[in-house]
């Protein structure tokens, strides 16, 4: 997770359509691709679920930069699908966003059942991920216009969130049911992970404001 360079957030020589205008049809085209970029991501977390360095391991599984020479290398590969920079390619919007489709897709096929979930703690815990997400998007915004400290900002919002998640998933609220107790197992490792990239975001938006880029030294 450390390939982001906060001082060049998109870094693509495609960053607008050189006037080419697509149409509906492009667009959805492009989005699906997106998302098939989260799914991927999804399936090698899978894969990874009970590695201590899954992140790293799936970030280089994606193609992700994890060295400057592999950074040099990702570049010259281009843009999926040759198109436009958008938030949807930022690594760290993918990583957040496919974490928590995971947590939330695990989330509804046991929250609706009262016999499973209380149902009060369903739309809580429900309500901190909506939340925690929300903030990581408009972080990863930040990040792309180049304002770290609304980025470090708005990531410390997530993470309350994050924290906010675990608090009212605990083991004594999960001990309502053998399912309950079973996610809150493999939930607490997503949001773990969740909580660590925010803190990594937080110090790299950090470095980034003490150690500007060079091209605004000039």
Known sequence: MNNFDPNNPSDSEDDDLGGLAWNEFDWEHYLREQDDVIHRYIGFYELFTRDDERLE????????????????????????????YTIQQNYIYVAT??????????WERIAP??????QRLAVAFLSALNRGESGA????????????????????RTYGEINRAIAILDE??????PALLKYRADALRMLFDLR???????????????????????
């Not at 391991?57 to 436009?84: F, H, I, L, Q, Y």
């Not at 059942?113 to 209380?118: E, H, I, K, T």
């Not at 216009?145 to 900002?153: N, V």
């Not at 660590?196 to 000039?218: F, G, N, Q, T």
């Open 196 to 218: 660590e990239i925010s803190l990594r975001m937080m110090d790299e938006c950090r470095e980034a404001i003490d150690s500007p880029a060079d091209d605004e030294l000039e």
């Open 172 to 177: 004594k609220a999960a001990g309502h049911s």
């Open 57 to 84: 391991k799936v970030a280089r599984n994606m193609g992700w930069a994890m060295s400057p020479s592999e950074a040099e290398e990702n570049e010259d590969d281009g843009d999926a699908g040759g198109g436009p």
């Open 137 to 156: 998007v408009l972080a990863v915004h930040a990040l792309d216009m180049g304002d770290f400290a609304m980025a470090i900002s708005l990531f410390k």
């Open 113 to 118: 059942d009262p016999a499973l979930v209380p």
């Open 97 to 106: 966003r496919a974490i928590y489709l995971k947590l939330g897709r695990e």
